[in-house]
């Protein structure tokens, strides 16, 4: 069994959507960026890909069925939880450090290599279509928060988003375009819990039945757990600061309460990984190991992170419809580029979900409680 990716019939959807940019990046990036980071990696994290290319019928990518191998994706109005982040994070750290011992090691060929992926959402040629697509979802998240403001809780961080809303596309762009050097690795670019794939292990483990045993007692159960992963869906790699795939993972896979008590483990276990993946890179290299120690340390990780936080803000709000949506009520994607030659009107008619508006205004209580609106991307 296999999977074949062809470019969707609607020649305007195709047009509107910038698909065929899309389609060209993912396979350039199965032919020239997967080989190059598996060539620094012990086990390879995307599926095996057999062809990339083109055809009589135009432009295919053949892959392996990962379900032909027992991986599976998780539920994605749920939200991740911890075992199955601490797996991501990890694998998003071999991968990062494939890429920074390709940089070290064979800086030539990496920056070659890195030319023949483009960006396709904020670069010049996408900028009016993706720009329309954030400023309206930021609208419609909005128009959501007054609905759920019953309160007053939500004033404020309503007053802030409200600043933000024609600012925020362009601030991301320049620093998604503009990365420092240093910090900046081949980026998966949509990390998001329908672009993963596990595979699990059944695990006994003990848990207290209150009820049962009025908490003084534990039974023995049997939980999954995850035992690997794979991130596939390459179209949008991009050579940028490491931690716009972190917070895009995090924000758009996981939900507050896993945010709030964690957040600062998974970037330990993600600093962690790395700096044990460099080690095997490096090992006949103290000096240089020592030296990407310390550039990619786990306090310059985690102030890079929040230096960037508001884009988590911005890729929630702009994915969390996808994420919560109502399978039952799908918009026509293609009846919309239909009746749209342009980006500036494009609004999706899809039924926005009480999952929607309960997460979204978790998402702004998080952002305005913790004082992520004060850092820097927000200043004039």
């Excluded at 060929?109 to 904020?122: A, L, S």
Aim: net charge negative; hydrophobic share 35%; aromatic share 10%.
């Amino acid at each position: 069994s296999i999977i074949i990716k062809r470019q969707i019939p609607s020649l305007s959807r195709r047009q509107l959507y910038r698909c065929d940019e899309a389609f060209c990046n993912e396979i350039n990036a199965y032919n020239h960026i997967v080989p190059l980071l598996d060539r620094y990696m012990p086990d390879t994290i995307f599926p095996k890909c057999f062809y990339a290319g083109h055809d009589g019928k135009g432009e295919i990518i053949v892959l392996e069925d990962l379900k032909e191998e027992g991986f599976r994706m998780q539920n994605r109005i749920k939200g991740l939880e911890l075992n199955h982040c601490e797996i991501v994070m990890k694998q998003l750290a071999k991968l990062h450090a494939a890429s920074i011992a390709a940089k070290q090691l064979d800086n030539e060929m990496f920056r070659d290599k890195c030319k023949q992926v483009r960006e396709i959402v904020y670069c010049k040629e996408a900028e009016e279509f993706y720009r329309n697509i954030l400023e309206t979802s930021i609208e419609e998240s909005l128009d959501s928060l007054r609905t759920s403001n019953s309160d007053g809780c939500l004033t404020e961080p309503i007053k802030l988003i409200e600043k933000l809303q024609y600012k925020l596309f362009g601030k991301i762009q320049n620093s998604i375009s503009n990365p420092t050097d240093h910090m900046s690795v081949m980026c998966h670019g949509d990390l998001w819990v329908n672009n993963i794939m596990f595979t699990t292990t059944n695990a006994d483990c003990k848990e207290f039945d209150e009820e049962a045993y009025n908490g003084t007692n534990a039974i023995n159960t049997t939980k999954s757990l995850p035992r690997d992963v794979r991130f596939f869906d390459l179209q949008a790699m991009r050579y940028t600061s490491l931690v716009f795939d972190i917070l895009h993972f995090i924000y758009t896979s996981t939900k507050r309460d896993l945010r709030d008590a964690y957040t600062k483990h998974l970037l330990e276990t993600y600093s962690v990984e790395l700096s044990a993946t460099l080690e095997k890179q490096f090992i006949h290299s103290i000096r240089d190991l020592d030296s990407l120690r310390n550039t990619y340390s786990l306090h310059n990780i985690t102030e890079e992170y929040y230096k960037h936080v508001l884009y988590g803000l911005a890729v929630c709000m702009w994915i969390l419809p996808a994420v919560t949506f109502d399978p039952n009520n799908i918009p026509n994607l293609d009846a919309i580029s239909e009746m749209n030659s342009s980006a500036k009107k494009i609004k999706c008619t899809q039924k926005l979900t009480p999952e929607y508006h309960s997460r979204l205004k978790d998402l702004a209580l998080e952002f305005y409680q913790n004082g992520y609106f004060n850092l820097s991307l927000i200043e004039d």
